[in-house]
């Protein structure tokens, strides 16, 4: 479903924040994307919803490529950034129904998923108010019910829990689980190595720009925890 | 205090520096663009200060014949303390209360008397840009015609910096009333804007009659300040400080001034959080039922998008649809005044005359202060992601951008070329010049709007009034807006032999002919730009 090759991406002034990384991930993944802070996670999430462009290497999403078929990717697709900045000016049903418009979703399947998911995240009674009143875990919720209007086959993720209450958390962990059983694929960048390790079939691991390790959970870990690895990996290990 | 009162405002001036800079980058191309815009900043300021100390000898010439060349300074001083309520009322959200980072200032180890105080200076610095180009070039041509004694240059200009001190205090006191009246609202910013329109037009009229008053006071050989110190006595204090050597009223203003100030940043620490608190809460019912939703295309929606940011920052629209609500004002005056009663309030015979010939272009200029395209681009800022991650196409964004814009200045051109029709009967060729030429100008604003906020602009904004009215895309949108509505009118004066209707005829072919250039670089070179914005 998603498949980086060899990408690099510099910034002005000459940092290179990704450096010539590559992964898969398949249809009924959910892959974990760890690193430090800085590493270039959201350097890559932002090149893989076509938000950032890059110089070098290629982007696949089902087999289109993010550069040359930039919109027919992102149809396909949905995004959550890790600070959910979405249009403080409207309401969240409002918000809602524009990304649903843009996406072109059925009016019955689009008041459908937004019964089913504003339901699931308590959200319904505050659908009218404007996001501008709204707390940093409401508006995280709104991005994610926003994101799952349209069924995307791919779902981006950064940091996706961080801002979120535990039952909000364990919802969307849910929907996550649903998603790729219904042949979905999820790349999602995470601190919380426990959420990886529980949630995750595959991970990679980005250290300055460079992946480290990458690969199914059991084969990246071994005998050891994510979280002893990752220390390892990125140099903090004993 | 004062350490902290000079780090804040460094801030201040930093952010308000970066806001104008449009070559952020230390690149060659950033370095290219910072020194394009300084040039072009410094041509607009040079144009400025020529046009007011051009504008300012014709007055003198006039006030010298009747004796009363000492209206001129007074009547500027006026003029620049007026313009700094008329102006500040609207910063005063943004600025003095309801500022993008509240909350970091607000936890830092600095008194709330401190940051009141920075904040209000900044607004007062902003308003010495009028006493820079309006009542330094007055001053220098009235010591030009009357030759006055030491006195009057020693007063002048210790007076100088203390004009919009009491003003900016004025403004802050009404902006933060109607803010803070606003905030209770279910829909604070429709009453918000409903206000502030209110009195913006409440405004002008004043500033009408005040420059009738102004001139009946220049016939009569009177002081004009008489009137004006009524209803503002630091006229009266700064007339007889400059005219007649008074020190004590020299001081008594520079005191009241200061003080003013000083009272007004201790008043307004005391309700500072109590007032950011009010402005910043939103009102939330937690009370939706799920409803039948409406279904609209991808331009439909991401139009309705663009009008909800337009019509949701009172700012916005006040800097935006300024020359909108002027045209509709002067179609609403001919309309039910006539030509002639807008000529006398005007003080400009042959007015009629002029608008018949000019009329087309000369209505022009309110569409081209109506730029609603030229911050489109910023505005996104922090919610750029979106529209980048969204599967809406690049043209798509650009176009709901245009056609927002085209909304009003559209409608303005529409409805009131046909009051202007009706009132001045130009004939066939005129009539069709009142509608070709503002429409012209409609698309062309709106296209060279957007077209400068690709190359100029600014998503790190906290507070989105330093991309409304203080960034170098506005900025340069506006000069470019202007000098594209004096071109044709300088040619018409030039070109005597050549009739008008040709002249606007000619400059609205011209303009749908850049405007096309312009559509088709926006569409190719503008998609590229907006998809490499990082």
């Known amino acids: 479903m998603l498949e980086i090759n060899n990408l690099a991406k510099t910034y002005k002034g000459g940092k290179k924040a990704v450096d010539g990384i590559s992964m898969k991930v398949e249809t009924g993944d959910i892959f974990g994307f760890i690193g430090p802070n800085g590493a270039g996670k959201t350097t890559t999430i932002k090149a893989v919803t076509g938000i950032l462009e890059f110089e070098s290497g290629e982007i696949l999403i089902d087999g289109m490529s993010v550069k040359k078929e930039p919109i027919a990717c992102k149809k396909i697709t949905a995004y959550i950034p890790d600070n959910p900045d979405i249009y403080e000016f409207m309401t969240g049903i409002a918000f809602i129904n524009f990304v649903g418009d843009i996406y072109q979703v059925e009016k019955g399947v689009r008041e459908e998923r937004v019964k089913k998911y504003a339901d699931l995240f308590e959200m319904t009674a505050n659908l009218g108010d404007r996001i501008s009143s709204y707390s940093h875990g409401m508006r995280q919720k709104i991005a994610i019910i926003a994101a799952l209007i349209h069924s995307p086959k791919l779902l981006v993720l950064d940091e996706p829990f961080v801002g979120l209450d535990p039952n909000a958390s364990y919802i969307l962990k849910n929907i996550m689980r649903d998603m790729c059983a219904q042949g979905c694929a999820i790349f999602f960048s995470t601190h919380i190595l426990e959420v990886a390790e529980k949630l995750c079939n595959k991970v990679a691991i980005i250290r300055e720009g460079k992946l480290v390790a990458c690969g199914p959970l059991e084969q990246v870990k071994g005998d050891e925890s994510l979280e002893q690895v990752f220390l390892e990996l990125s140099g903090h290990g004993e | ?534």
């Open chain 2, 1 to 534: 205090m004062g350490n902290e009162l000079k780090l804040l405002l460094r801030v201040e001036w930093k952010r308000l520096l970066d806001s104008l800079n449009p070559g952020r980058s230390k690149s060659r191309a950033g370095s290219r663009k910072t020194a394009l815009f300084s040039a072009v900043v410094l041509a607009a300021a040079g144009l400025l200060i020529a046009y007011a100390v051009f504008y300012f000898v014709l007055i003198a010439q006039q006030l010298q014949k009747a004796d009363a060349m000492r209206v001129l300074p007074e009547l500027v001083m006026a003029i620049c303390s007026f313009m700094a309520v008329f102006t500040s009322i609207y910063k005063v959200k943004g600025t003095l209360f309801g500022f993008g980072d509240y909350d970091f200032i607000m936890s830092l180890p600095v008194k709330t008397v401190t940051v009141a105080a920075a904040k209000l200076l900044m607004l007062y610095f902003m308003n010495l840009f009028f006493c820079v180009f309006l009542l330094l070039p007055a001053g220098a041509v009235y010591a030009y015609y009357e030759s006055p004694g030491a006195w009057f240059y020693a007063a002048f200009l210790l007076l100088f910096p203390f004009v919009p001190l009491v003003p900016v205090v004025i403004a802050a006191v009404i902006g933060a009333a109607i803010h803070f009246v606003s905030a209770g609202f279910k829909h604070s910013n429709v009453v918000n804007l409903a206000v502030t329109l209110a009195l913006f037009v409440g405004l002008m009229f004043v500033s009408f009659n005040t420059g009738n008053f102004f001139l009946n006071a220049a016939k009569i050989g009177g002081s004009f300040t008489a009137g004006f110190a009524r209803v503002y006595p630091p006229a009266g204090w700064y007339a007889k400080a400059l005219f007649e050597g008074n020190a004590v009223f020299l001081l008594l203003f520079i005191g009241v001034s200061l003080l003013t100030y000083l009272l007004f940043s201790y008043a307004a620490a005391s309700r500072f959080k109590a007032i950011n608190t009010r402005l910043a809460a939103v009102a939330a019912k937690s009370d939706y039922r799920l409803k039948e939703l409406n279904v609209s295309s991808a331009f439909a929606a991401l139009y309705k998008k663009e009008l909800k940011r337009f019509f949701s920052s009172t700012n916005y629209v006040l800097n935006s649809a300024v020359g909108i609500l002027l045209f509709t004002i002067a179609s609403i005056a001919i309309l039910f005044g006539g030509v002639d009663k807008l000529a006398v309030m005007m003080q400009m015979a042959g007015l009629k005359e002029m608008l018949v010939s000019f009329g087309p272009v000369a209505v022009s200029v309110f569409i081209a202060l109506s730029c609603t395209t030229a911050c489109s681009v910023s505005l996104e800022g922090k919610n750029l992601w979106l529209v980048r991650s969204l599967p809406a196409p690049v043209k798509l964004v650009f176009l709901s951008k245009i056609a927002v814009n085209l909304t009003l200045s559209v409608t303005a051109s529409v409805i009131n070329g046909t009051i202007f029709i009706i009132v001045l009967k130009p004939g066939l060729a005129g009539a069709l010049l009142f509608y070709a030429v503002p429409l012209a100008y409609s698309v062309f604003t709106a296209l060279m709007g957007l077209a400068v906020n690709l190359a100029y602009p600014n998503f790190s904004w906290t507070n989105e009034i330093t991309v409304i009215k203080q960034s170098a895309a506005v900025m340069i949108a506006l000069v470019i807006g202007l000098a594209a509505v004096a071109a044709p009118i300088a040619a018409i004066a030039a070109l005597k032999t050549v009739h008008a209707v040709w002249v606007e005829a000619a400059a609205a072919a011209l303009l749908a002919c850049i405007s096309a250039v312009l559509y088709r670089r926006i569409m190719t070179r503008g998609v590229k730009t907006f998809e490499a914005f990082e």
